[in-house]
């Protein structure tokens, strides 16, 4: 192995892991189990936090093969 084409590789891989994705922040009920479940399986969890009121507040990165469907699940949830 002589390591030719890594550079090209790595340059490749940095590429696919920055694509724009949109980062949004919404608030769910702690009731909402499935919701959170879908969230963690489909979307990348980047901030979540507990409020007094036994709400989850979560930063979240969506990818866009899903945005769509994702603004239409949580639209109401969303935080601006």
Do not use: C, H, N
């Amino acid at each position: 192995m002589t390591g030719e084409g890594v550079d090209d590789l790595l340059a490749r891989i940095e590429t696919i892991m920055t694509r724009e994705r949109e980062i949004v922040s919404l608030t769910l009920s702690s009731s909402d189990g499935a919701s959170l479940a879908w969230i963690y399986r489909s979307a990348e969890v980047l901030d979540r936090e507990e409020a007094d009121g036994g709400d989850i507040m979560l930063t979240v990165r969506v990818p866009d093969k899903i945005s769509e469907v994702f603004r239409a699940r949580f639209k109401g949830q969303m935080v601006a």
